[in-house]
T-cell receptor, first 115, second 112 residues
Framework: SAVISQKPSRDICQRGTSLTIQCQVD?????MFWYRQQPGQSLTLIAT?????????ESGFVIDKFPISRPNLTFSTLTVSNMSPEDSSIYLC????????????FGPGTRLTVL | RKEVEQDPGPFNVPEGATVAFNCTYS??????FFWYRQDCRKEPKLLMS???SGNEDGRFTAQLNRASQYISLLIRDSKLSDSATYLC?????????????FGKGTKLSVKP
């Protein structure tokens, strides 16, 4: 399985501030994604992180609110901008590795609380 | 109608019991199907893929009925360590890249 690390693992932030979450993978991957899991809800895809170009956002998510970078094949960041309490959630990085199985692996998640 | 629907549970069963989870999906063009397991405060992890012919992995059996758009997971001889939330997941091909659609999960609690 892929080794995926996320930083920070958790944070408590004030309304109106921004937080950048980092995702690092131990090997090259074909695709990287960012998901959100709100309390009691299913995982929801925010966007696909594209290397060297703008991320592809799902309906309901926009670049101004969730800017994403992916400068290389093993690293991506997600920023949650101008946060409100409604952004309190777990944010998960996910990848598909270059191992021919197309298995999707998840990072440990970042637990965000916005006050 | 939600894209992937599951009974949220919780299912409270004694050790050794057999328990079955069901899941329905709305997109008839969905291509791949999975069961993921998510422990409390942990990330989801792939439990098994689901194939049209049905597949078994030890105590776990997964089945797919494309005509009814229905997926199931059967756990036999349940263990305390099986306690977790089981996520039904469907993969839809969208444009140039796919998209995993997650159900809300079914919570299982196995008691001694």
């Amino acid at each position: 399985s892929a080794v995926i690390s996320q930083k920070p693992s958790r944070d408590i932030c004030q309304r109106g501030t921004s937080l950048t979450i980092q995702c690092q993978v131990d090997s090259q991957v074909t695709m990287m994604f960012w998901y959100r899991q709100q309390p009691g809800q299913s995982l929801t895809l925010i966007a696909t992180a594209n290397q060297g170009s703008e991320a592809t956002y799902e309906s309901g998510f926009v670049i101004d609110k969730f800017p994403i970078s992916r400068p290389n094949l093993t690293f991506s960041t997600l920023t949650v901008s101008n946060m409100s309490p409604e952004d309190s959630s777990i944010y998960l990085c996910s990848v598909i590795r270059r191992d021919g199985t197309d298995t999707q692996y998840f990072g440990p998640g970042t637990r965000l609380t916005v006050l | 109608r939600k894209e992937v629907e599951q009974d949220p549970g919780p299912f409270n069963v004694p050790e050794g019991a057999t328990v079955a989870f069901n899941c329905t999906y709305s997109n008839s063009a969905s291509q791949s199907f999975f069961w993921y397991r998510q422990d409390c405060r942990k990330e989801p992890k792939l439990l098994m893929s689901v194939y049209s012919s049905g597949n078994e992995d030890g105590r776990f059996t997964a089945q797919l009925n494309r005509a009814s758009q229905y997926i199931s997971l059967l756990i036999r001889d349940s263990k305390l360590s099986d306690s977790a939330t089981y996520l039904c997941v469907v993969w839809n091909y969208g444009g140039s890249q796919g998209n995993l659609i997650f159900g809300k999960g079914t919570k299982l609690s196995v008691k001694p």
